[in-house]
């Protein structure tokens, strides 16, 4: 008798922990924080970064301004859809994997877990470094691109770079000037409706593939909290 006690015991002890993280898990939203500005002191001055003035063409053959995403949160990424000298080594057991292969892999699973039937304002940017339209239209056909909300950009380098040394400030871009050839960035850039650069994520690291669904959510509701609730009701 008291050994069956004893087991019944421990076996609720054992479910306690168990029914505390199903309780948290089903009952209870993720506790979100504002997303930060990112910037630099310049000279004294606090200079947000924000997405300068560019003119690049999408995959359907538009011209592409900074006006036409404005009012967008937006996703960004710089990619070569060849293997370049200067890009991380992706390294899985004992094989590499392609650097554009892992970024845009992970960035497919966040856009799949946005829920686009509610048309929320975001927007994914692919800007390729200098590679040729026939190129990049075999890359994207390979790898079964997503059709709404993602456009691949290309077109002048000095736009490019831009975006990605001058606006960005990302590292891949250092030492580099228009004309180098293709690379593809470890970074993915968050930019708010404004412009503005909320945050960077390394694109081959699963926490911050979670982190980019978290901060956009954040985005909506502490930054544009009516648009959240247009959300809500579509």
Do not use: C
């Amino acid at each position: 008798m008291q050994n069956t006690q004893a087991r019944v015991a421990l076996i609720v002890i054992m479910a306690i922990p168990l029914l505390l993280v199903a309780y948290f898990y089903l009952f209870t939203e993720p506790v979100y924080e504002g997303v930060p500005f990112q910037y630099d002191i310049q000279n004294g001055d606090t200079v947000y970064h924000e997405v300068p003035i560019f003119s690049l063409v999408n995959q359907h053959g538009d011209t592409i301004s900074r006006e036409d995403v404005k009012g967008k949160i937006l996703f960004i990424d710089f990619f070569s859809t060849k293997t370049s000298t200067y890009d991380t080594r992706i390294v899985s057991g004992n094989r590499e994997i392609a650097l554009r292969t892992v970024l845009h892999g992970n960035l497919k699973r966040v856009h799949e877990k946005i829920n686009w039937d509610k048309n929320p304002d975001i927007l994914f940017l692919s800007i390729n470094t200098g590679d040729s339209s026939s190129e990049i239209e075999a890359y994207m056909k390979k790898d079964g691109w997503p059709e709404n909300n993602w456009w691949v950009l290309q077109g002048n380098p000095e736009d490019i770079y831009r975006l990605g040394q001058g606006a960005f400030h990302l590292d891949e871009f250092k030492n580099k000037a228009p004309g180098h050839e293709p690379f593809t960035s470890n970074y993915v850039t968050l930019a708010d409706k404004e412009g503005k650069v909320r945050n960077y994520y390394v694109a081959t690291n699963l926490q911050q593939e979670r982190d980019m669904l978290q901060d956009y959510v954040a985005l909506l509701r502490f930054d544009y909290p009516e648009e959240t609730k247009a959300i809500r009701n579509r």
